[in-house]
Protein backbone atom coordinates (compact mmCIF):
# COMPACT_ATOMS: atom_id res chain seq x y z
CA UNK A 1 0.00 0.00 0.00
CA UNK A 2 2.94 2.19 0.69
CA UNK A 3 4.33 2.01 -3.14
CA UNK A 4 0.95 2.72 -4.14
CA UNK A 5 0.71 5.80 -2.37
CA UNK A 6 3.87 6.71 -3.75
CA UNK A 7 2.87 5.95 -7.23
CA UNK A 8 0.17 8.08 -7.10
CA UNK A 9 2.00 10.99 -5.34
CA UNK A 10 4.20 10.79 -8.29
CA UNK A 11 1.52 11.13 -10.86
CA UNK A 12 0.16 13.72 -9.14
CA UNK A 13 3.33 15.52 -9.20
CA UNK A 14 3.07 14.67 -13.18
CA UNK A 15 -0.52 16.23 -13.04
CA UNK A 16 1.07 19.27 -11.67
CA UNK A 17 3.39 20.05 -14.39
CA UNK A 18 0.46 18.73 -16.63
CA UNK A 19 -1.85 21.93 -14.93
CA UNK A 20 0.82 24.19 -17.13
CA UNK A 21 2.25 21.92 -20.11
CA UNK A 22 -1.38 21.34 -21.93
CA UNK A 23 0.16 18.25 -23.78
CA UNK A 24 0.12 16.22 -20.38
CA UNK A 25 -3.49 15.72 -18.50
CA UNK A 26 -2.69 17.77 -15.28
CA UNK A 27 -6.08 17.91 -13.43
CA UNK A 28 -7.05 14.63 -14.62
CA UNK A 29 -3.90 12.56 -13.42
CA UNK A 30 -4.37 14.35 -10.36
CA UNK A 31 -8.10 13.64 -9.83
CA UNK A 32 -7.52 10.08 -10.92
CA UNK A 33 -5.07 9.36 -8.55
CA UNK A 34 -7.33 10.57 -6.01
CA UNK A 35 -9.72 7.83 -6.91
CA UNK A 36 -7.52 5.22 -7.16
CA UNK A 37 -6.37 6.29 -3.86
CA UNK A 38 -9.87 6.23 -2.34
CA UNK A 39 -11.01 3.14 -3.75
CA UNK A 40 -7.60 1.08 -2.33
CA UNK A 41 -8.25 2.20 0.33
CA UNK A 42 -12.50 1.71 0.65
CA UNK A 43 -13.58 4.94 0.84
CA UNK A 44 -11.89 6.22 3.82
CA UNK A 45 -14.14 9.11 6.01
CA UNK A 46 -10.17 11.65 5.05
CA UNK A 47 -11.22 10.80 1.49
CA UNK A 48 -14.32 12.87 1.16
CA UNK A 49 -11.82 16.61 1.34
CA UNK A 50 -9.62 15.47 -0.84
CA UNK A 51 -11.94 14.19 -3.44
CA UNK A 52 -14.20 16.84 -3.06
CA UNK A 53 -11.34 19.81 -3.25
CA UNK A 54 -10.16 17.59 -6.52
CA UNK A 55 -13.00 17.34 -8.19
CA UNK A 56 -13.88 21.36 -7.53
CA UNK A 57 -10.53 22.22 -9.09
CA UNK A 58 -11.06 19.96 -12.18
CA UNK A 59 -14.65 21.82 -12.90
CA UNK A 60 -12.63 24.99 -12.39
CA UNK A 61 -9.47 24.11 -14.13
CA UNK A 62 -11.99 23.37 -17.57
CA UNK A 63 -13.76 26.90 -16.63
CA UNK A 64 -10.22 28.70 -16.27
CA UNK A 65 -9.14 26.95 -19.75
CA UNK A 66 -11.66 28.39 -21.35
CA UNK A 67 -12.22 31.96 -19.70
CA UNK A 68 -8.74 32.87 -19.90
CA UNK A 69 -7.96 32.91 -23.32
CA UNK A 70 -11.82 34.25 -23.96
CA UNK A 71 -10.72 37.32 -21.64
CA UNK A 72 -7.51 37.73 -22.98
CA UNK A 73 -8.71 37.72 -26.51
CA UNK A 74 -11.82 40.32 -25.24
CA UNK A 75 -9.55 42.82 -23.48
CA UNK A 76 -7.41 43.00 -26.77
CA UNK A 77 -10.52 43.70 -28.97
CA UNK A 78 -10.39 40.14 -30.53
CA UNK A 79 -13.21 39.43 -33.29
CA UNK A 80 -14.65 35.91 -33.55
CA UNK A 81 -12.54 35.29 -36.40
CA UNK A 82 -9.68 36.14 -34.10
CA UNK A 83 -10.57 33.73 -31.39
CA UNK A 84 -11.59 30.91 -33.95
CA UNK A 85 -7.98 31.31 -35.84
CA UNK A 86 -6.45 31.07 -32.05
CA UNK A 87 -8.22 28.15 -31.66
CA UNK A 88 -7.12 26.39 -35.13
CA UNK A 89 -4.06 27.74 -34.17
CA UNK A 90 -4.21 26.02 -30.76
CA UNK A 91 -4.67 22.90 -32.17
CA UNK A 92 -2.36 22.90 -35.01
CA UNK A 93 0.48 23.79 -32.95
CA UNK A 94 -0.62 21.45 -29.92
CA UNK A 95 -0.56 18.11 -32.22
CA UNK A 96 2.92 19.67 -34.09
CA UNK A 97 1.76 20.62 -37.22
CA UNK A 98 3.71 23.80 -37.36
CA UNK A 99 6.81 22.31 -38.96
CA UNK A 100 9.07 25.27 -38.30
CA UNK A 101 8.97 25.09 -35.02
CA UNK A 102 12.28 23.20 -33.69
CA UNK A 103 11.58 22.50 -30.19
CA UNK A 104 10.52 19.10 -29.02
CA UNK A 105 9.97 16.77 -26.00
CA UNK A 106 7.38 18.31 -23.70
CA UNK A 107 8.29 22.40 -24.61
CA UNK A 108 7.09 21.71 -28.08
CA UNK A 109 3.26 21.06 -27.16
CA UNK A 110 3.40 24.22 -25.02
CA UNK A 111 5.54 26.66 -27.52
CA UNK A 112 3.38 25.30 -30.51
CA UNK A 113 0.02 25.89 -28.44
CA UNK A 114 1.25 29.67 -27.88
CA UNK A 115 2.72 30.27 -31.36
CA UNK A 116 -0.05 28.37 -33.05
CA UNK A 117 -2.37 30.57 -31.32
CA UNK A 118 -0.75 33.63 -32.01
CA UNK A 119 -0.48 33.06 -35.55
CA UNK A 120 -4.27 32.05 -35.97
CA UNK A 121 -5.61 34.76 -33.95
CA UNK A 122 -3.25 36.98 -36.26
CA UNK A 123 -4.70 35.09 -39.45
CA UNK A 124 -8.25 34.96 -38.57
CA UNK A 125 -8.28 38.89 -37.17
CA UNK A 126 -5.96 39.68 -40.54
CA UNK A 127 -9.58 37.79 -43.07
CA UNK A 128 -11.66 40.01 -40.90
CA UNK A 129 -10.28 43.12 -40.39
CA UNK A 130 -7.51 43.25 -42.50
CA UNK A 131 -5.72 45.08 -39.64
CA UNK A 132 -1.92 44.02 -38.51
CA UNK A 133 -2.13 46.16 -35.72
CA UNK A 134 -5.39 44.82 -34.45
CA UNK A 135 -4.40 41.29 -35.10
CA UNK A 136 -1.17 41.55 -33.24
CA UNK A 137 -3.12 42.91 -30.57
CA UNK A 138 -5.63 40.39 -30.51
CA UNK A 139 -2.85 37.73 -30.86
CA UNK A 140 -0.82 39.49 -27.77
CA UNK A 141 -4.05 39.32 -25.63
CA UNK A 142 -4.89 35.51 -26.28
CA UNK A 143 -1.01 34.73 -25.89
CA UNK A 144 -1.33 36.42 -22.68
CA UNK A 145 -4.88 34.74 -21.47
CA UNK A 146 -3.55 31.38 -22.10
CA UNK A 147 -0.20 31.48 -20.18
CA UNK A 148 -2.23 33.20 -16.86
CA UNK A 149 -4.84 31.12 -17.56
CA UNK A 150 -1.85 27.95 -17.20
CA UNK A 151 -0.46 29.91 -14.19
CA UNK A 152 -3.53 29.48 -12.86
CA UNK A 153 -4.34 26.13 -13.24
CA UNK A 154 -0.67 25.19 -12.17
CA UNK A 155 -1.43 26.73 -8.41
CA UNK A 156 -4.61 24.89 -8.05
CA UNK A 157 -2.85 22.00 -8.71
CA UNK A 158 -0.37 22.28 -6.73
CA UNK A 159 -2.70 23.13 -4.02
CA UNK A 160 -4.97 20.24 -4.77
CA UNK A 161 -1.78 17.69 -4.29
CA UNK A 162 -0.89 19.49 -0.98
CA UNK A 163 -4.40 19.07 0.15
CA UNK A 164 -4.05 15.43 -0.64
CA UNK A 165 -0.73 14.90 1.12
CA UNK A 166 -2.17 16.90 4.29
CA UNK A 167 -5.02 14.97 4.38
CA UNK A 168 -4.05 11.60 3.60
CA UNK A 169 -0.55 11.35 5.25
CA UNK A 170 -1.25 8.94 7.84
CA UNK A 171 -2.71 6.52 5.96
CA UNK A 172 0.80 6.24 3.44
Given at each position: ??????????????????????????????????????????????????????????????????LAGYFG?????????????????????????????????LLGPLV???????????????????????????????????????????????ATVVGF????????
Amino acid sequence: MLILYWVLVVIMIIGIIGAVVPAIPGISLIAGATVVWAITNGFPQSAVIPMTATLIVLVLSIGIDFLAGYFGAKQAGASKWGQIGAFVGLLLGMFGFLPTLPVGGLLGPLVGIIVGSAVGAIVGELIYRRNLAIALKAALGIVVGTLVGNLIQGVLAFATVVGFLVFTWPYR
